[in-house]
């Protein structure tokens, strides 16, 4: 499985360290607008390109609004979204749904 990731800075970074520690991504790379980072591809604009059964793609951009944005445009092209869950990760069982 690939992780594409839209954005390269320090969100795109600590996403990419989670992503590889989960072992499930065999290569992860970036799409950004303005890094000449050695992992980035290609521009966000181009991430249709990218698409492949093979792929998953998580935007990490530090503005939230632009985070969902990014989102509904992944999911809209059909596109799995990445949901990266670090490996020692806990949920107390004493947690409540609070409303």
């Known amino acids: 499985m690939r992780l594409i990731i839209l954005g390269a800075g320090g969100h795109g970074k600590v996403v990419a360290d989670l992503a590889e520690q989960t072992g499930k991504y065999d290569a992860v790379y970036f799409l950004d607008d ?21 792929t998953e793609m998580y935007p990490a951009f530090g503005n939230n609004t632009a985070r969902v944005e990014w989102e509904d445009k992944i999911e809209g092209a059909g596109i799995k979204l990445a949901k990266i869950i670090h490996p020692l990760a806990y ?9």
């Open 34 to 54: 303005a890094s000449n980072d050695s992992h980035v591809i290609g521009i966000c604009s181009d991430f249709e390109k990218f698409n492949t059964p093979d």
């Open 91 to 99: 949920v107390s069982p004493s947690i409540t749904n609070i409303k």
